[in-house]
């Protein structure tokens, strides 16, 4: 079963590094999601991707994230310059039929610690 | 604003009672309402939805009854198995949004 699949699972990195999280999202589906939860809080919105462009990005999405398709399979997070409260766990998603069904297909989560 | 509160976990239960976990929202217009389940070691996969008042959404054996009168999508299982131990997260979307909005998730935990 086609499943969406991220990279690393787990990072840790100092305040201030640069950190790129990776995703392949199932090979047919057209919409791309980050979402990111800190521990103890709820799963929260970043970014919804569509036509090779940002189709909404929440206020956390500032000027220190960005995403980019740069192939037809991958689809990345990066932080720009990590702060401590940047630690969470990301994840990506996508879906075929857009964002209103609801239906979106998870992976498994990127887990960032910033030390 | 537009929200979604689930009971805290974790909740604990043996096998084959029956569990609740309760959902309660609160959103500007008409929201679709769903459950999310996470299995240890997976990703969210979407367990039910349903997209108007009094809609009943199912699948495993779970359902959900979207109440507006009392704005809530509780989830039931009326026998819970050992393999049904995951988190389980309560979430909304609107009609003018890309978004889902999440509750916190609430752990389940059946034993044997």
């Known amino acids: 079963e086609p499943e969406v699949t991220q990279t690393p699972s787990h990072q840790v990195t100092q305040m201030g590094q640069e950190v790129i999280l990776r995703c392949v999202p199932i090979?047919?589906?057209?919409?791309f999601y980050w979402y990111r939860q800190i521990l103890g809080q709820k799963v929260e919105f970043l970014v919804s991707f569509y036509n090779n462009e940002i189709s909404e990005k929440s206020e956390i999405f500032d000027d220190q994230f960005s995403v980019e398709r740069p192939d037809g399979s991958n689809f990345t997070l990066k932080i720009r310059s990590t702060k401590l409260e940047d630690s969470a766990m990301y994840f990506c998603a996508s879906n075929l039929a857009g964002p209103r069904t609801g239906e979106l297909f998870f992976g498994e989560g990127s887990r960032l610690t910033v030390l | 604003g537009n929200s979604v509160t689930q009971m805290e976990g974790p909740v604990t239960l043996s096998e084959e009672a029956f569990l609740t976990i309760n959902c309660t929202y609160t959103?500007?217009?008409?929201?679709?309402l769903f459950w999310y389940v996470q299995y240890p070691g997976e990703g969210l996969q979407l367990l039910l939805k349903?997209?108007?008042?009094?809609d009943k959404g199912s699948n495993k054996g779970f359902e959900a009854t979207y109440r507006k009168e009392t704005t809530s999508f509780h989830l039931e299982k009326g026998s819970v198995q050992v393999s049904d131990s995951a988190v389980y997260f309560c979430?909304?979307?609107?009609?003018?949004?890309?978004?889902?909005?999440f509750g916190t998730g609430t752990r389940l935990q059946v034993f044997p």
């Open positions: 090979s047919n589906h057209l919409y």
């Open positions: 959103a500007t217009g008409y929201p679709s």
């Open positions: 979430a909304l979307t609107l009609g003018n949004t890309d978004k889902l909005i």
């Open positions: 349903a997209t108007k008042a009094d």
